[in-house]
């Protein structure tokens, strides 16, 4: 198995594998879920950062060199994604790694591989807030980024949609991993905040056989609705049993199950009644530019989080390399703030964006990459803002946007709970 993921990881670094006549080549490491409960986003996700490989090496490279993106799969297992990590970096040396998804990944690789090591990790999917207590406590050394917001935002928005939404009665049912935990504690805070009631907050472990006894702790006393934090794979094991078990059918699903895969299994007949939240992008000219590249590359953008935030972590790896002139693990961390400085020069996605971002850089000047994913800028423990997509899924069975919550309106939000 580990030769053939090797396989894989080799035949997919070739998208971005340099030409013959380059001078050099600068090979960017990334983990991501492929394969296991969260490939049906996964793969979707690991096209976000082919493309910004394939841009960056079209503006002309990084320092002279072009760009290779390495990508190995983490079968959305923690051991699995530190065993790639060790790969990427005590084998291949890479200088950052973009991934992983999975905030139990992510974290595994973190205390066990980057940090330690001084490698740059940049997720553009894992949004417990447990990072931003490690990086508070110094365990992360700085090396720590996301391009996607702490579910320290997405529980208040949920709760908000829920309170909105007349809901008193809500049941929980969350993975046992650090996305499910966060997520969970978050939304049950700012849910009784508003006047809710947590009826049951039952955590399940992933590749069960069944969920029976979770679903059935969960329905007693019974709910108005349920909040299923999960992904496609154990998710839609877990809603049908619901609805087998007679739960209501009306479901609060976040940014790990925004995915077409997920209501296609589940059945769009028992999925007339979702409140989605997801890290929503806001509209920027990187956006439409990114739109245009991605489907002239593959189709037609799906309805799912965190491709543009892939995008956007792996360009940025690239300009913090160009803005230092080197391409170490420290040398990124150090400019990664200096290429998103909201002083600076703006650039945008694309290839032409991009040459001018990388002049930019490398010349040393103030620039602000504006992303596909929105302005991009890092506080002391590597998080940004951001809006959140509110999603449904249509009377068609197609999970679709429905509007979007300002990163103001939860700011306030946030304050008024505290």
């Known amino acids: 198995m580990l030769r ?114 001084k490698v740059v990790e940049i997720s553009p999917a894992s949004t417990s807030p447990s990072f931003t207590e490690l990086a508070q406590q110094g365990k992360t050394g700085g090396y720590w ?41 978050e939304f049950s805070h700012a849910f009784e905040k508003l006047g809710g009631a947590i009826t049951q907050n039952v955590a399940y472990n992933p590749s069960q056989p069944s969920y029976r006894s979770e679903v059935n702790k969960a329905l007693s006393p019974k709910p108005e609705a349920l909040f299923l934090i999960g992904y496609p794979g154990d998710g839609t094991t877990i809603a049908r049993e619901w609805i087998a078990a007679g739960g209501p059918q009306r479901f609060l699903l976040p940014d790990g199950l925004q995915s077409q895969d997920f209501a296609n299994d589940v059945g769009a007949r028992y999925l007339k009644d979702v409140l989605g939240t997801a890290a929503g992008s806001v509209d920027t000219p990187s956006l439409e530019t990114f739109r245009k590249g ?13 491709i543009t935030n892939a995008y956007d972590a792996t360009v940025l790896v690239g300009l913090a390399m160009a803005r230092a002139r080197a391409a170490t693990g420290t040398a990124i961390r150090d400019n990664l703030r200096k290429v998103t400085d909201p002083k600076g020069e703006k650039a945008y996605a694309g290839v032409e964006g991009l040459k001018k971002a990388l002049e930019l850089a490398a010349a040393g000047k103030p620039v602000q990459y504006v992303g596909a994913s929105g302005p991009l800028q890092f506080d002391a423990n590597g998080d940004i803002d951001a809006p959140m997509v509110v999603w449904k899924v249509d009377a068609a069975g197609k999970v679709v946007p429905t509007g979007m919550m300002p990163v103001e309106q939860i700011g306030e939000l946030r304050a008024r709970m505290r």
């Open 4 to 117: 053939r993921l090797a396989l894989a990881g080799a035949a997919l670094a070739a998208f971005g594998v340099a030409p013959a006549q380059a001078a050099c080549t600068t090979t960017i490491g990334s983990v991501m879920s492929l394969t296991g409960s969260l490939a049906a986003l996964g793969q979707e996700i690991a096209k976000g950062a082919q493309l910004a490989i394939a841009d960056l090496n079209a503006a002309g490279g990084v320092n002279g060199c072009q760009l290779a993106l390495s990508l190995l799969d983490d079968q959305t297992n923690p051991s699995v994604g530190v065993d790639a990590a060790r790969k990427l970096v005590d084998v291949q040396h890479v200088p950052a790694i973009v991934g992983a998804l999975s905030s139990g990944v992510s974290a595994a690789i973190l205390a066990s591989v980057t940090a330690s090591a």
């Open 145 to 185: 980024f996301r391009t996607c917001p702490s579910d320290a935002l997405q529980g208040v928005a949920m709760a908000k949609l829920a309170s909105d939404a007349k809901l008193k009665k809500v049941a929980v049912l969350y993975l046992n991993n650090a996305y499910g935990q966060g997520l969970s504690r």
């Open 294 to 306: 991605y489907q002239a590359r593959y189709g037609a953008l799906p309805a799912q989080p965190y």
